[in-house]
């Protein structure tokens, strides 16, 4: 599934080249691709399922966050994202990349993945695609894509 997500990142949902593409010939040029249905069809949930993050009452992701909250991993985050990849993710919390509320989508993002295990590579995406998809964090992504792309830049400011 992550592949479809990296392969729709990078050919639409970035460059704004599909956002009015319809699913049904979304899939078929997926399927051409070489990509699997199920796993077409699970990215394609998983889309949906980060918007949907951003108006659900029953995870209001988008409201305030107190700086004094602290994050604590569970044994199954921990197992999943190395302290190399928690230490990141209090890294751009700390710089300003995330806040408090974009790491818990992003939380929820990577447990949708269904892997057992997360690589730095892949959690940086994972971030990307999440920023992205927030209203206003355009100098986010920016910043988070200087990150990926190991560009150096002003991520204080």
């Not at 080249?17 to 319809?22: K, Q």
């Not at 029953?58 to 990849?85: A, G, N, W």
């Not at 928690?86 to 700390?94: K, Q």
Request: net charge negative; aromatic share 10%.
């Amino acid at each position: 599934m992550f592949e479809v997500l990296m392969y729709l990142f990078e050919n639409y949902i970035h460059n704004d080249a599909g956002l009015f593409i319809e699913p049904n010939e979304l899939t078929d040029e997926l399927l051409r691709a070489g990509f699997n249905q199920a796993e077409i069809f699970k990215a394609l949930d998983w889309l949906e399922q980060l918007a949907e993050l951003q108006h659900s009452d029953t995870s209001p992701y988008l409201i305030t966050d107190s700086p004094q909250t602290i994050r604590v991993f569970t044994d199954h985050e921990c197992k999943m994202l190395d302290v190399q990849c928690r230490n990141f993710l209090m890294f751009v919390e700390r710089i300003g990349v995330t806040n408090g509320v974009t790491r818990e989508m992003v939380m929820d993002r990577l447990a949708a993945l269904d892997k057992p295990f997360i690589g730095l590579d892949d959690l940086k995406w994972v971030v990307l695609m999440v920023l992205f998809n927030v209203p206003g964090a355009e100098v986010a992504c920016e910043q988070m894509e200087d990150l990926i792309f190991d560009q150096p830049g002003d991520l204080l400011h």
